[in-house]
């Protein structure tokens, strides 16, 4: 379900864009791991996570391809594009830049040569990786700098939610049942992760709370409302701050030119950030569920 969506006046990019959309790569990969880990006593779907975030050269437009293999240093293998921080893949001593060539001993080849949508490989792959038994370790064969290497990693059960970035111009982010979207400018908006994380926060609470259709206004307020509560706590127990992450909010509403259209189906920004501020800065971990019971539909 949409959070937002607003115009936003593009700057002059820094580095070429697929340098930059690795070092976004890079912090969803650590923002979503840890949340995922937060969430996995309350999510309905766990997978088992090993913390890394793959890339494929079938995935950009092919006139781009040759520009950015040369830049990112891609072959046709799959690539490593991110890994969090403390992650099953980092204890391992998988490293970004690596390619991965054979999982449990079937190679990335073959699997590619059976693959509907080349452009989908490396979500395909992380989904093969994430469908591992829990409790069975996986063992991987990688390239890097030529020579290649064996390692083994040991996953661990995380909520099943993928995070994904989305190329598009406006500060949004998104939920279904299973994902959480992101997208590019809202990445660029965000002035330090315990932002993002409490705005990835709250689309991963739709998934946990499994929110689908509403039956009208009051009930999507209310489910908004639970998902900011659950969200600033799973961030909180991600290791975030969510009193600093509030103020992304504040920010907002002062760059919000379309605020008198905003949905209602939201509290205003300030309401959001006074909800939030009283009842989820502290508590237990995993946060509750439950929590908005006598506040949800309230104080608008």
């Not at 093969?128 to 083994?152: D, F, N, S, V, Y």
């Not at 909520?159 to 990445?187: E, H, P, Q, W, Y």
């Not at 949905?263 to 800065?281: F, N, T, W």
Request: hydrophobic share 40%; aromatic share 6%.
């Amino acid at each position: 379900m949409a959070l937002f969506v607003a115009p936003v006046t593009e700057a002059a990019e820094v580095h070429p864009w697929p340098a930059t959309l690795r070092e976004q790569m890079a912090r969803i990969a650590d923002i979503g791991f840890r949340l995922d880990l937060a969430a996995a006593p309350l999510c309905h779907s766990t997978m088992s996570g090993i913390g890394l975030t793959l890339d494929h050269i079938g995935a950009y437009q092919k006139s781009d391809q040759v520009a950015v293999a040369q830049l990112l240093g891609m072959s046709d293998s799959p690539q490593i594009a991110a890994i969090a921080s403390g992650s099953p893949a980092d204890l391992a001593g998988l490293r970004v830049g690596d390619d991965l060539l054979a999982i449990d001993g079937v190679s990335t080849d073959s699997l590619f040569a059976d693959t509907q949508n080349p452009s989908l490989f490396s979500d395909a792959l992380e989904e093969r990786l994430g469908a591992t038994p829990p409790g069975r370790a996986i063992h991987l064969r990688l390239r890097r700098g030529g020579q290649e290497r064996e390692a083994t990693v040991h996953p661990i059960p995380i909520c099943s939610a993928r995070f994904l970035i989305k190329t598009n111009k406006g500060i949004d982010a998104f939920s279904d049942s299973k994902n959480v979207a992101i997208s590019s400018s809202l990445i660029e908006f965000s002035q330090n992760d315990d932002e993002l994380a409490l705005v990835a926060g709250h689309e991963l609470g739709h998934v946990v709370n499994q929110d689908g259709d509403a039956r009208g206004l009051n009930d999507r307020r209310r489910m908004e409302d639970r998902a900011d509560l659950l969200g600033a706590g799973l961030a909180r127990c991600a290791g975030y701050d969510p009193a600093r992450g509030v103020e992304f909010w504040l920010r907002y509403n002062a760059q919000d030119w379309l605020r008198l259209f905003r949905s209602p189906s939201h509290r205003s920004p300030k309401s959001r950030v006074k909800l939030m501020r009283e009842y989820a800065l502290n508590g237990p971990c995993p946060p509750t569920v439950g929590l908005v019971g006598q506040v949800a539909g309230n104080g608008r």
